[in-house]
């Protein structure tokens, strides 16, 4: 890697990560950078979403907003994971109000001919790493920068559904209709999705998180079947790319949402951290996962419209129940655009209070 950039002055979240002591316990959002903020809206209202992910001064300013706020211990980069269908030379729209929208989803497997199977990752994401870039230089080693992907069948299910779903029917039908297809689409992702978590690391990123966003709703036999084994091959794969390209290795995070039943297999899956929604007790998710990965998480969402005087005891319980070791404050899913900024600072004021250690005890 060619870029000099500042150094590190806040390394909580990569030592968490990796198992190291902490003097407290670090805290970012997921969606920090989003739709709650009104600076967010304020850019959002000039440009249309995938320029701001495609501009990569603005995927910088809308990363770093949070960061001004708040005294976040990681940020993320500002993009989405359906830049990926993009690259493979879908259309996906941003529907204000609805959320992304795809006007030619695949039907059939026939469909798939139409995808650009030999995309070059590099040249078409490349205002991805260039954002990555610029926001590493301009955080200027305040925290870490997290860069992301969809996991295959979350990306997989957006391609064959178009938009939001409940059931995810005719996604889960290819799985049980056509499962060579499904097996050869998952594939095509998960070998793009290395391209792209390794493409982000050689640009800056400090850890990369993989979202199974629509996990849960495949329940234990499709998801050890269609999503497991390529949540597995992808943390293979980049580490083996890391290490051809002499590019140290970078915490990986996986977060399958709502596989509560797959917890021993994916604390054993290769990635360093394990992100868990909110319905999962912290007690039983550590002692299924082993001593051996970081939990994240996992406070509801919907807990940041209680007072603040009862997020910060829910930051207690936390702190209690996840202990101070292996463990990056989080919330269970992303931010929502009604909550108020106000509240998620209690949240991370409550955790650093509750989570400092007496520097003798480290
Ligand atoms: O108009 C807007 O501004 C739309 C809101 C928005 C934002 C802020 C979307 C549309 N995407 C994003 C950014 C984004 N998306 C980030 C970077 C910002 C950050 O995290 O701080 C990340 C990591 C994502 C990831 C993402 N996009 C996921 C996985 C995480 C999750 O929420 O489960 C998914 C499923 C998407 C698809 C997506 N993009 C946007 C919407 C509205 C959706 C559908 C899911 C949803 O309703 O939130």
């Known amino acids: 890697m060619d870029h ?92 204000p109000g609805k959320g992304p929208s795809f006007p030619e989803p695949l039907v059939t497997p026939e469909d798939m001919e139409k995808l650009d199977t030999k995309c070059k990752v590099a040249e078409s994401l490349s205002y991805v790493y260039e954002a990555v870039t610029l926001t590493r230089m301009k955080i200027d080693g305040q925290c870490p920068l ?39 689409l998952l594939q095509l992702l998960a070998d793009v999705i290395v391209d792209h978590l390794v493409l982000q690391i050689c640009a800056g990123a400090q850890l990369v998180q993989l979202f199974e966003s629509h996990a849960g709703i495949l329940g234990p036999n499709l998801f050890y079947k ?65 001593e051996n990965v970081t939990l994240q998480g996992n406070l509801d969402p919907c807990a940041l419209y209680a007072s603040k005087e009862e997020i910060g005891e829910f930051a207690k319980e936390l702190v209690h129940s996840f202990g101070t070791k292996r463990w990056i404050a989080n919330l269970g899913h992303g931010m929502y655009p009604d909550h108020d900024p106000e509240h998620l600072e209690a949240f991370i004021e409550a955790i650093h209070k ?7 005890e480290l």
């Open 226 to 290: 269609f999503a497991l084994p390529y949540i597995k091959y992808i943390s293979v794969k980049v580490r083996e790319a890391l290490t051809a390209k002499e590019v140290e290795h970078v915490p990986m995070t996986i977060f399958a949402k709502d596989a509560h039943f797959a917890l021993e297999e994916l604390a054993d899956s290769g990635y360093e951290v394990i992100s868990l929604d909110w319905t999962i007790k912290p007690k039983h998710a550590r002692s299924r996962c082993g």
């Open 146 to 184: 997290i860069g992301f992907a969809g996991a295959p069948w979350t990306l997989m299910s957006y391609m064959i559904e178009g938009g939001g779903t409940k059931t995810h029917s005719k996604a889960k039908k290819w799985l049980y209709c056509y499962p060579e297809a499904s097996h050869k």
């Open 4 to 95: 000099k950039f500042p150094p590190l002055k806040n390394d909580l979240l990569l030592r968490a990560a990796r198992g190291e002591p902490v003097e407290r316990v670090p805290v970012w959002a997921m969606r920090q950078a989003g739709r709650y903020l009104p600076e967010f809206k304020a850019t959002r209202a000039e440009h249309e979403f995938f320029k701001v992910c495609r501009t990569p001064e603005l995927a910088c300013e809308v990363t770093l907003q949070p960061l001004r706020r708040y005294d976040f211990d990681a940020s993320i980069i500002f993009s989405d994971i359906l830049v990926i269908p993009q690259a493979l030379g879908m259309t996906v729209e941003m529907v």
């Open 354 to 360: 509750y989570s400092q250690q007496p520097s003798d």
